[in-house]
């Protein structure tokens, strides 16, 4: 069974930093791109970072220079390093897999989310 599960969401200050782990299971996540997205409330979900099977990225422009993307195929997990975080960055954070990395156009995995809130 597919499975993908999000953690390392939480409540961090303006300027914080948080790193959210997508771990796969039912599949070899080495062979795979992969792409963390996110959905505020009341907006449109939109791909934030995504990593392909050769380790090619993405970045959506609100990112760039503040997120980066990686993964360990041995751990079978994909991470995303937040730094510097803004409170437009207040979403639920997910992971899936992706069909195409420019632009992360996904696919039909997804995990359940990670609440990521920046407030002071």
């Known amino acids: 069974q597919v499975q993908l599960v999000e953690s390392g969401g939480g409540v961090v200050q303006p300027g914080g930093s948080l790193r959210l782990s997508c771990a796969a299971s039912g599949f070899t996540l080495g062979y795979y791109a992969i792409g963390w997205f996110r959905q505020a409330p009341g907006k449109e979900r939109e791909g934030v970072s995504c990593?392909?099977?050769?380790?090619?990225?993405y970045y959506a422009d609100s990112v760039k220079g503040r997120f980066t993307i990686s993964r360990d195929n041995a751990k079978n997990t994909v991470y995303l390093q937040m730094n510097s975080l803004k409170p437009e960055d207040t979403a639920v954070y997910y992971c899936a897999t992706v069909l195409v990395v420019a632009g992360c156009r996904p696919d039909d995995y997804w995990g359940q989310g990670t609440q990521v809130t920046v407030s002071s």
């Open positions: 990593i392909g099977s050769l380790s090619n990225t």
